[in-house]
């Protein structure tokens, strides 16, 4: 079983949907990180987070220590939305990052 | 500030040809990284460097070298190409994003096809 899983792999939504990534982990974590890649193939955090909730435009990101788990929330989506999400989590043991496999996001007009 | 540097973008290699990946960053950080992307797995760190002068296996380092060449560069050779290293890979810098907290800067990848 991997350590950092995702759901669902891939989504597909409506302009103006709003979207739900979920993100659930089985190890001791410092932080949770949500990753953008977009088609280019290019990947930029997002957020960062080791307690609570951020919020950046329309993005919110939460996480719920005792639970494991995080959610990346899109609102009013767009197809400039359209990318694969990857939540890594900072293992409190080694210190590396321990990347899930991605979801796959597709925004149609 | 370029941030993270990879070259090249895309290379083709023959069974057994060897080449070296570079990586730069201008960035200041002290920590780097090089990760594989497959189809249907999250990325996987092959090795890292938490400062000039040390590097350390990661998960799949088999067939892989890197160097450190100076605080800004890191590279990574693969000595004797196999079809198994046909990959995506990404560079990574690491710095302070906030008080206390790291986060990691990614180049663009370098897709590498083996025949």
């Known amino acids: 079983k991997n350590e950092v899983e995702q759901s669902p792999q891939n989504l597909t939504a409506q302009e103006g949907e709003f979207i739900t990534i979920n993100c659930s982990y089985s190890?001791?974590?410092?932080?949770l990180h949500w990753l953008q890649q977009h088609p280019g193939g290019g990947i930029v955090s997002l957020f960062m987070l080791s307690s609570g909730k951020k919020k950046h435009g329309r993005l919110i990101a939460t996480i719920n220590i005792q639970e494991k788990h995080s959610s990346l929330h899109i609102t009013a989506s767009h197809p400039r939305d359209s990318a694969v999400y990857i939540c890594?989590?900072?293992?409190?043991?080694?210190?590396?990052?321990?990347f899930g496999t991605g979801t796959r996001l597709q925004v149609f007009p | 500030n370029a941030g993270v540097t990879q070259t090249p973008k895309f290379q083709v290699l023959k069974t057994g040809q060897s080449m070296t990946l570079q990586c730069a960053q201008d960035?200041?950080?002290?920590?780097m990284y090089w990760y594989r992307q497959d189809p249907g797995m999250g990325l996987r760190l092959i090795y890292y460097s938490a400062s000039e002068g040390t590097t350390d296996k990661g998960e799949v380092p088999n067939g892989y070298n890197v160097s450190r060449l100076n605080k800004r560069e890191f590279s990574l050779r693969l000595e004797s190409a196999a079809p198994s290293q046909t990959s995506v890979y990404f560079c990574a810098s690491e710095g302070l994003a906030g008080f206390y907290q790291e986060t990691q800067y990614f180049g663009p990848g370098t897709r590498l096809l083996v025949l």
């Open positions: 190890v001791g974590i410092s932080a």
């Open positions: 890594a989590v900072r293992s409190s043991r080694t210190d590396k990052l321990i």
């Open positions: 960035m200041n950080h002290n920590s």
